[in-house]
């Protein structure tokens, strides 16, 4: 039984960094009429969602990131093209965090290069519960809880 989970983890893991690093967070987007909502909000359902992004580029790699986890990640946000943050569906194992944070940090780096990065990792109520940060002169990943 171990065994399979570990197994488990790994192809998760590896799939993550094979979704994140051979796909482009480019893709042609149209842009979107502006609404009468607050600015920095969109509403869906019956409440608002941040915006995916405050630049264009981070809104584009937010919105990847939600389309192509495949309801592992809830939602996404990019702030200042150096901090990721993602809500985590329920599905994700306590043992699966760190190394989806890793893919996150992984792919984050590689449309967001040579400069510092911040992955948030959140649980499915939206608290924090793992931060990891990229060093790029030390090319180093530094976990907190």
């Known amino acids: 039984m171990k065994i399979?989970?570990?197994?488990?983890?790994?192809?998760?893991?590896?799939?993550?960094?094979?979704?994140?690093?051979?796909?482009?967070?480019?893709?042609?987007?149209?842009?979107?009429?502006?609404?009468?909502?607050?600015?920095?909000?969109?509403?869906?359902?019956?409440?608002?969602?941040?915006?995916?992004?405050?630049?264009?580029?981070?809104?584009?790699?937010?919105?990847?990131?939600?389309?192509?986890?495949k309801g592992i990640i809830q939602d996404a946000y990019v702030r200042d093209n150096n901090k990721l943050g993602v809500v985590i569906s329920p599905q994700v194992r306590p043992t699966e965090v760190r190394p989806l944070a890793k893919s996150l940090v992984q792919g984050f780096h590689k449309n967001f290069p040579n400069q510092d990065l911040t992955v948030l990792v959140y649980a499915p109520d939206k608290q924090l519960i793992l931060t990891a940060q990229y060093d790029t002169q030390s090319n180093q990943i530094e976990y907190k809880s």
Not at 5 to 15: D, E, G, H, P, T
Not at 42 to 66: H, I, K, M, P
């Open 4 to 69: 399979i989970q570990n197994l488990r983890r790994i192809l998760v893991a590896f799939s993550l960094v094979l979704i994140l690093t051979t796909t482009s967070a480019c893709s042609a987007v149209q842009a979107k009429q502006p609404t009468s909502q607050l600015p920095g909000t969109t509403y869906s359902g019956d409440y608002a969602l941040l915006e995916r992004g405050n630049t264009a580029q981070g809104q584009d790699f937010g919105s990847w990131v939600v389309a192509t986890a």
